[in-house]
């Protein structure tokens, strides 16, 4: 399951659900959730949060947050299309991975187990 922050742009929830993943859209679903709040619905349904809200990072390596996984995008607008690529492909070759940190941009995916 891939939980969409609300800072998630509609286009990327829109392919990644075409590409048949289920997709819960935290401003469809959760609006206005504290971040503690978001990492409270990804355990929940053991998912990964995609973001690009830095202070998840923060939540896993100062706060030591455990139990979930988080894709961080860094993209501008211009890179939106090529950034969707990364993504899809980032999630099938992590597949079910658990537990990682993972920061995506247009020219870089980095992994890191937490």
Excluded at 54 to 67: I, P, Q, S
Excluded at 75 to 88: G, S, V
Aim: aromatic share 8%.
């Amino acid at each position: 399951m891939i939980i969409a922050d609300e800072n998630i742009d509609r286009s990327i929830i829109v392919a990644l659900r075409k590409k048949g993943h289920k997709v819960i859209s935290i401003a469809e679903d959760y609006s206005g959730f504290s971040d503690e709040d978001v990492i409270g619905v990804v355990k929940t349904y053991e998912g990964v949060l995609i973001t690009e809200d830095k202070d998840f990072g923060e939540w896993v390596f100062a706060h030591r947050a455990k139990g979930f996984s988080v894709i961080l995008l860094r993209y501008t607008p211009k890179e939106l299309d090529a950034m969707i690529r990364n993504i899809l492909l980032t999630i099938k070759h992590t597949g079910k991975s658990q537990h990682k940190f993972i920061t995506i941009t247009r020219n870089k995916t980095r992994a890191r187990d937490i």
